[in-house]
């Protein structure tokens, strides 16, 4: 599928092809970033898939090939503006990350997925990736926390002393360590990520519909209204955390070191 993004374009597409939905993130110019409007049209997008018995698959995935998703527009913050929409703070980045539904969701990552584009590949369900794509959670190197479900995920995901020491450096790994690693189900080139990701939603979706959405919800211990109870803890622990850090000195500092090109001076205040 052929995207092109103008200051007016939307900043996310939705196409149905046969029983699979694709959602492209449609802001390749930031690095498909997250904005609030992103936020709208990829929850509304979600909620349309959820309820329509003719899609079996969600395939989310980015414009261009600069980037998968850069996480939140820090630009769009500098100006104050919000980047989860009022009312849907349940649904998280993107309206994605904390808006779980019954269909099988995969992640075709078509570049860097770093922070938030981390935090998207992690809500997913299945992940094809791009051999240009890098994946991580270097929020700690700003000051910053990984506050869309990625701390308690990635420690889901791998193994906890990988998955830690992750966390706590915040270096990233290549699309092959992630492979090697059972974080990712493909890796293939650049310019093939859609067309494997649409092979493997059709198929999923050539099963049972009904019994697809079954396993993905007893393995996930998902509720039928979409409720994580085994999550919960984690996002408590974040909400709880996460204002603390942001009203921080480093979380000034580090935004700012990184923008005047410079090493951050941490107060640890």
Request: proline share 6%.
């Given at each position: 599928?052929?995207?092109?993004?103008?200051?007016?374009?939307?900043?996310?597409?939705?196409?149905?092809?046969?029983?699979?939905?694709?959602?492209?993130?449609?802001?390749?110019?930031?690095?498909?970033?997250?904005?609030?409007?992103?936020?709208?049209?990829?929850?509304?997008?979600?909620?349309?898939?959820?309820?329509?018995?003719?899609?079996?698959?969600?395939?989310?995935?980015?414009?261009?090939?600069?980037?998968?998703?850069?996480?939140?527009?820090?630009?769009?913050?500098?100006?104050?503006?919000?980047?989860i929409p009022e009312g849907?703070?349940?649904?998280?980045?993107?309206?994605?990350?904390?808006?779980?539904?019954?269909?099988?969701?995969?992640?075709?990552?078509?570049?860097?997925?770093?922070?938030?584009?981390?935090?998207?590949?992690?809500?997913?369900?299945?992940?094809?990736?791009?051999?240009?794509?890098?994946?991580?959670?270097?929020?700690?190197?700003?000051?910053?926390?990984?506050?869309?479900?990625?701390?308690?995920?990635?420690?889901?995901?791998?193994?906890?002393?990988?998955?830690?020491?992750?966390?706590?450096?915040?270096?990233?790994?290549?699309?092959?360590?992630?492979?090697?690693?059972?974080?990712?189900?493909?890796?293939v080139p650049?310019?093939?990520?859609?067309?494997?990701?649409?092979?493997?939603?059709?198929?999923?979706?050539?099963?049972?519909?009904?019994?697809?959405?079954?396993?993905?919800?007893?393995?996930?211990?998902?509720?039928?209204?979409?409720?994580?109870?085994?999550?919960?803890?984690?996002?408590?622990?974040?909400?709880?955390?996460?204002?603390?850090?942001?009203?921080?000195?480093?979380?000034?500092?580090?935004?700012?070191?990184?923008?005047?090109?410079?090493?951050?001076?941490?107060?640890?205040?």
């Open positions: 599928m052929t995207t092109v993004s103008t200051d007016t374009a939307p900043p996310a597409l939705t196409e149905v092809r046969g029983s699979v939905m694709i959602i492209t993130l449609n802001r390749p110019e930031a690095r498909n970033a997250v904005n609030e409007e992103m936020c709208l049209v990829v929850g509304d997008a979600l909620t349309q898939a959820e309820q329509d018995p003719a899609v079996r698959v969600v395939v989310l995935t980015g414009a261009g090939d600069k980037a998968f998703c850069a996480g939140a527009d820090l630009k769009a913050l500098s100006r104050g503006e919000r980047i849907r703070e349940k649904w998280g980045l993107a309206g994605y990350v904390g808006h779980a539904i019954s269909k099988p969701t995969i992640a075709a990552v078509n570049g860097p997925a770093l922070g938030g584009g981390t935090e998207l590949m992690l809500a997913s369900d299945l992940v094809v990736a791009a051999d240009t794509a890098t994946f991580g959670l270097p929020e700690v190197k700003r000051g910053l926390v990984a506050g869309a479900g990625g701390a308690f995920r990635l420690m889901a995901k791998l193994p906890p002393t990988v998955a830690m020491e992750m966390l706590l450096t915040g270096e990233a790994i290549d699309a092959d360590t992630a492979l090697a690693l059972h974080l990712v189900n493909r890796v650049a310019g093939q990520v859609l067309e494997a990701a649409l092979q493997l939603a059709t198929s999923i979706a050539a099963n049972a519909p009904l019994a697809v959405q079954a396993h993905k919800q007893i393995a996930l211990g998902q509720l039928p209204d979409g409720e994580r109870p085994d999550e919960q803890a984690g996002w408590d622990l974040t909400a709880e955390l996460l204002p603390m850090i942001a009203r921080s000195a480093d979380a000034k500092e580090g935004p700012r070191a990184f923008a005047e090109k410079r090493l951050p001076v941490w107060q640890g205040r």
